[in-house]
């Protein structure tokens, strides 16, 4: 089966107030060792907004209470041939206190602050729209699980 055909759909939540943003720090697993978004796998029987929900909560301790899409991004890794379709959400409101999980270590950076240099070599090309409230899509190809090799990126 070509594994192009099927990507697996993925949930990436992040979070703002003032002129902060909330990233963690990936403790284990894919990413491990940079900053990212919350999120994940979308569970069977579960819709894409109510996984972003679990997993905000379940990796920052924040409870999602309106969520905006922002973006659908399609990352292609030409080693293994994956295929990841991430949706891409702007947590609006939320309640509770982040919390160091198993998984991430959540952390606010100001906006001007964003270590871009320790997260996926995407992040610094979408996230400045996403700062800005715009909506976007876009492709991003990886070799190597961090070598980017060719990427287009537009506003929607």
Do not use: Q
């Not at 890794?77 to 991430?86: A, H, I, N, Q, Y």
């Amino acid at each position: 089966m070509d594994t192009l055909s099927k990507p697996k759909i993925l949930t990436l939540c992040l979070a703002k107030k003032d002129e902060m943003i909330l990233l963690g720090m990936k403790k284990r697993g894919f990413g491990e060792g940079r900053w990212n978004g919350f999120g994940g796998k979308v569970e069977e029987g579960e819709t894409i907004i109510e996984a972003a929900i679990r997993e905000m909560e379940e990796e920052s301790g924040l409870k999602a209470e309106e969520l905006e899409e922002k973006g659908i991004i399609l990352f292609h890794f030409l080693d293994t041939g994956k295929l990841l379709e991430v949706h891409i959400f702007d947590v609006l409101k939320y309640s509770g206190e982040i919390t160091e999980t198993e998984e991430m270590s959540p952390k606010w950076f100001n906006i001007r602050e964003i270590p871009f240099e320790k997260m996926w070599a995407d992040d610094i090309y979408w996230i400045p729209l996403f700062l800005n409230g715009d909506k976007f899509n876009g492709k991003f190809v990886f070799e190597n699980n961090d070598k980017l090799l060719d990427y287009n990126l537009k506003t929607i």
